[in-house]
């Protein structure tokens, strides 16, 4: 009230002028939208699925809730997924990976080569990622090197100096000099790694390997977590639970989880044959509704699902007892407790907060 009244001062009795803005304000209703970019688990490919990522778009009513469009990770057919929601690959603001496995980062080097190609002169994209990390073996997972070398291949066969020849308007370098790194070390607690207007978006350190992270996105509309691969930091049992205590510490009162997901139909105990160390840095479906409960989720995306639904296979393991349905995942996750909104992940399923 106060401030209201100081502005009928300022502007001198144009009440109405007053009036207006508010108006406005209230007609441009923040809202955000969150679309599974592509939800296959793991290399293997099935039926054309895309290869895991979550697009995070944010704004209000007059742009369609698509003022800032922020991609995390970015598997096999990111470029193609985002084009058929209308989102060109210029207008993404920032890539954020959760960890350096080929599911989550392929998509990225024909995405930045799009860029390059024809928005060479535009503004840098954020690439937010983990410090490198070491691994106990030695071997060091870096988003850094990711970033500098995405265009290699291309420019080792000459293409780009070919292309360079034909158009020198395109950034020399290839599409690394259109990217702009932002490296964090990922920590027990979330941390504030990027942020725009009223968007903030923290990370927290989360098990699966080196470097893995997790990412928490807050606006005025809502928030959603996206956990990623992330499992339990005892890598088996005996444990409370495969979910990360890390993601859950972050995923405290937020409105959407979007998870990686393993079915415990894969588990060592059912013969699949799956290897188990991979099946225990998953989260399962039913540990995932137990902690979305727990934590008060509204939604819970499952995505990056392992087996695919309708599979007969993850690449070569056989599923026991046959393909799994939407209704096997589901019947997961409420066997966890969780009674809210279960999402079982297809390619560009879309959620929109606040729920109309
Ligand atoms: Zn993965």
């Given at each position: ?13 144009t009440v109405s002028c007053a009036a207006f803005m508010f108006a406005q304000a209230a007609f441009a209703a923040p809202c955000m939208k969150i679309t599974l ?258 934590v008060g989720a509204k939604h819970l995306m499952l995505t990056h699902l392992i087996p695919p639904m309708g599979a007969a296979k ?43």
């Amino acid at each position: 009230m106060k401030k209201v009244a100081m502005m009928k001062m300022a502007v001198g009795g144009t009440v109405s002028c007053a009036a207006f803005m508010f108006a406005q304000a209230a007609f441009a209703a923040p809202c955000m939208k969150i679309t599974l970019t592509g939800t296959q688990g793991g290399p293997p490919v099935f039926k054309g699925q895309a290869g895991a990522g979550t697009l995070v778009q944010y704004g209000d009513d007059s742009n369609k809730c698509g003022a800032v469009k922020l991609q995390f990770d970015a598997g096999r057919g990111t470029t193609q997924r985002i084009s058929q929601v209308g989102v060109p690959v210029a207008k993404l603001n920032a890539v954020f990976l959760t960890h350096m496995h080929s599911d989550h980062t392929e998509g990225l080097t024909e995405l930045m080569q799009l860029r390059w190609h024809f928005f060479s002169k535009g503004p840098k994209i954020d690439f937010v990622v983990s410090e490198d990390a070491k691994s106990p073996k030695g071997h060091v997972l870096s988003g850094r090197n990711f970033a500098k070398h995405i265009g290699d291949a291309l420019i080792q066969s000459g293409e780009m100096a070919q292309r360079l020849a034909e158009n020198s308007k395109r950034a020399p370098g290839g599409p690394a000099d259109l990217i702009n790194v932002i490296a964090f070390a990922p920590a027990a607690d979330p941390s504030v790694v990027w942020s725009s207007g009223d968007i903030k978006v923290s990370a927290i350190t989360s098990r699966h390997i080196p470097g893995h992270a997790s990412y928490r996105v807050d606006t005025p509309a809502g928030s959603v977590v996206i956990g990623g691969d992330a499992g339990n930091d005892k890598a088996k049992p005996p444990r409370s639970s495969s979910t990360s205590e890390q993601v859950e510490k972050l995923a405290n009162g937020v409105d959407v989880i979007v998870h990686s997901t393993i079915h415990p139909v894969m588990g060592p105990d059912k013969d699949s044959g799956f290897p188990p160390p991979i099946y225990f840095r998953q989260s399962t479906a039913t540990d995932l509704g137990a902690m979305a409960k727990r934590v008060g989720a509204k939604h819970l995306m499952l995505t990056h699902l392992i087996p695919p639904m309708g599979a007969a296979k993850q690449g070569p393991y056989p599923i026991p007892g046959g393909a799994l349905s939407e209704d096997s995942y589901k019947q997961s996750v409420t066997a966890g407790g969780f009674s809210g909104n279960a999402i079982v992940g297809t390619d560009l399923v879309t959620l929109q907060l606040p729920v109309k």
